[in-house]
């Protein structure tokens, strides 16, 4: 393989990782093999072969394709490519410019490096108003002086990494411009993953149905599987073991071992649909009808003021919380749908009236069942402001879900066994 | 005979598995390569097909391992035949003999399960290890480590090499992603349901009975099916076959709304879906796509 094959591989393997694919070492040397394979006049062949070898997922082929496109055009359509980059890198130079002219304090410029400059660029224009509301308010405030700018640049600087730190993987600078260029937006369903659930339009319903009965399943499963497990080999059943080789004088003929059990708790399905969860509307219904449509085993109530059993209707939305109603009578009159083996998935953003009160009773709900996975779809930024959020995660393990990338995150970082990561 | 690509692709021809380059790169190089071969796709996509398809062009066994959740090294691997072992012990102990551990720590003893098969097999054959995604991840880990050096250790017999690398198939149906470690030792193949034409293909090969009118119209009608955002469980390749081979048994020469009422429920396994198609605008918009005046995907 000569030196040029091999450069134009890296680079290609490069592209691949800035729009989010992850092939590794082992990936690359496979695809440098399966290249001298295949028949490199063959272009369908080519792409097959560095398919199959550095893309390992079917997001990663549908990157890989659109990469594969650009990266080997023709000349006239690459040289129409790269000039389509060039224009669109001069309007982020702008736009970087047009940043820094606009984030001042007091007349001066903060100084924000080029990240910090390109992030506000991407900002939506009410966040970008209220971040420059918010410096020309410092800057007309009592005894404020330009000693006050380093603290000014620091608060701004804060809400920009806050808001980077939000962005999906694979949407750095250079995957976006890229990503646009070939046409992908970097992966639509990358966007539709990290949007939040208030901001869903009609024409994402379809998607975002299919997506969210996906991880509606596997948490299902994963919240169904045992994790714990004593012994890796099979255990001996003495007793059975004993009574089964009775017919064999004795001579332990017959070994009976106890079955790997797999545990298959009952799921509750607890859903606030009060007049402060209705933006998430949709979410709710449909994570309850992706549960019911997997799950067989699943008790689903709904709350505001009362307490009902069955899924929401949708003139049922709309009404004041009260979870310690609530939680009184799924403890009085649902008390058979409680037992050891109970997982409680709540679904609220713990806004409710007698809070403490709720507190108490959400106590009393742990003790008897399983565990309680809190998903509260407000940001954990807010969780502070919120009155009872602490006393509630006192007695659940309360997970911020507001788009499905974080309902992707709870379900494979096994909530039931482990905390979810910030 | 030498392995080219355009060989497999004769052989895959000759045993009436339909399929493009896009798959057959993939299986090329695995078998080129001697690297496992990952198949991800849909249930009912032709994955499991795939690997038998490969053991008959190879002409070899086909040696099967179904994952299930609680799958463990006993069941994949092996067992020492603990009743027969007693037995050798006992009739040495009544005969006044002694019984050394080699004894009944032999191979005689040893209850073979497929992994272990698939390498003592002293042949070349396919390994298919089929659903992999249900197994937990513990038994994943293992897996890879067998995988990478087609050699395993028995504490009593010591390591046990493959003579003959066999070719291995996993699938998966994606209920749970499997570990970048996994991946990364495999050649990966994604098998997305086929287009129209493709689907016509198969319909031609494996149900020659059925008229070209009945066996468009069938194809087109699952494509429509399966590009509606409500069903829930999109038709596979073996349920539009037998729908294909249903109309035909009833002497149906075309996909008029009648016939489709009839026999909906060959296709559509779920009773949403059924209740979805036999209302009235999906019902005719089914018949029309049928006839090819529907929207349907190229």
Request: aromatic letters at 8%.
């Amino acid at each position: 393989m000569n030196d040029h094959v091999i450069h134009s591989l890296a680079r290609f393997t490069a592209l691949l990782r800035a729009l989010g694919a992850r092939p590794g070492a082992a990936e690359f040397l496979d695809a440098l093999q399966a290249l001298s394979l295949v028949e490199w006049e063959s272009r369908r062949e080519v792409q097959s072969a560095l398919r199959s070898t550095l893309a390992k997922g079917p997001a990663d082929a549908a990157r890989f394709d659109r990469a594969f496109d650009f990266f080997f055009a023709s000349g006239a359509r690459r040289e129409e490519q790269l000039k389509t980059l060039e224009v669109r890198e001069q309007a982020e130079q702008a736009a970087r410019e047009k940043a820094r002219r606009e984030l001042v304090f007091q007349g001066k410029p903060l100084g924000l490096s080029t990240s910090d400059s390109a992030t506000y660029a991407a900002l939506r224009p009410e966040d970008r108003i209220r971040l420059n509301e918010f410096l020309e308010r410092t800057s007309n405030g009592l005894n404020v002086d330009q000693r006050f700018l380093p603290v000014a640049q620091k608060i701004i600087e804060g809400y920009l990494e806050r808001w980077r730190r939000q962005l999906p993987p694979g949407s750095s600078r250079t995957s976006r411009v890229l990503g646009e260029l070939l046409g992908s937006g970097a992966g639509q369903g990358g966007e539709l993953l990290e949007r939040d659930f208030r901001l869903l339009g009609e024409e994402d319903l379809p998607q975002f149905r299919l997506a969210l009965r996906v991880l509606a399943r596997r948490l299902a499963s994963r919240v169904s599987r045992r994790y714990r497990r004593s012994q890796h080999k099979r255990i001996l059943d003495f007793r059975r073991t004993a009574r089964s080789n009775l017919r064999y004088g004795g001579a332990m003929f017959d070994l009976r071992h106890r079955a790997r059990r797999l545990d298959r708790p009952d799921i509750l399905l607890l859903c606030d649909v009060s007049g402060s969860m209705l933006p998430y509307a949709e979410f709710v219904s449909q994570f309850i009808r992706g549960l019911h449509d997997v799950v067989s085993r699943v008790h689903t109530f709904t709350f505001a003021d009362e307490l009902e059993k069955g899924p929401v209707g949708n003139g049922r939305w709309g009404g004041g919380t009260n979870l310690a109603r609530a939680l009184d009578q799924l403890l009085a009159v649902y008390d058979a749908c409680l037992n050891p083996r109970t997982c409680v998935i709540l679904v609220s953003d713990t806004k409710t009236l007698h809070g403490q009160d709720a507190a108490a009773n959400l106590q009393l709900l742990a003790r008897r069942v399983r565990k309680i996975l809190w998903l509260n779809p407000l940001p954990k930024e807010q969780w502070q402001r919120l009155p009872h959020q602490a006393a509630f995660s006192r007695y659940c393990t309360m997970a911020e879900c507001n788009n499905l990338s974080q309902l992707e995150c709870i379900v494979k970082n096994r909530v039931f066994g482990s905390p979810c990561p910030p | 005979m030498e392995l080219t690509l355009d060989w497999l692709r004769r052989a895959f021809q000759a045993e009436g598995y339909v399929c493009g380059d896009e798959l057959l790169v993939p299986v090329y190089l695995a078998l080129a390569l001697q690297k496992p071969l990952l198949v991800e796709g849909a249930p009912g996509v032709g994955k499991t097909e795939l690997a038998k398809t490969l053991a008959r062009c190879l002409d070899t066994r086909l040696i099967r391992l179904q994952c299930y959740e609680g799958l463990d090294e006993n069941k994949a691997f092996y067992e020492w035949n603990y009743q027969r072992q007693l037995i050798r012990i006992q009739l040495a102990g009544a005969q006044g003999g002694a019984v050394v551990e080699e004894d009944v720590f032999s191979p005689d003893y040893l209850l073979e399960r497929p992994l272990l098969q698939a390498i003592r097999a002293g042949e070349r054959v396919v390994l298919l290890i089929d659903e992999v995604d249900r197994t937990d991840e513990e038994f994943e880990a293992f897996l890879f480590e067998v995988l990478s050096d087609f050699q395993v250790s028995i504490p009593e017999l010591g390591t046990v090499r493959a003579q003959a690398i066999p070719v291995v198939v996993l699938t998966s149906n994606r209920a749970r992603d499997l570990s970048d470690a996994l991946k990364r030792r495999c050649v990966y193949l994604f098998i997305d349901y086929p287009s129209v034409q493709r689907e016509l293909s198969i319909v031609r090969t494996r149900l020659p009975g059925a008229g070209e009118q009945l066996a468009r119209q069938v194809a087109l009608a699952v494509s429509h099916i399966r590009s509606h955002p409500e069903v829930q469980k999109k038709p596979s390749i073996a349920e539009t076959l037998d729908w294909a081979a249903a109309l035909v048994r009833l002497g149906r020469g075309e996909l008029d709304p009648d016939a489709i009422d009839r026999t909906l429920n060959l296709v559509l396994k779920s009773h949403d879906d059924l209740r979805l198609f036999r209302v009235e605008p999906q019902r005719n918009a089914l018949s029309a796509a049928a006839r090819g005046e529907g929207l349907t995907r190229p």
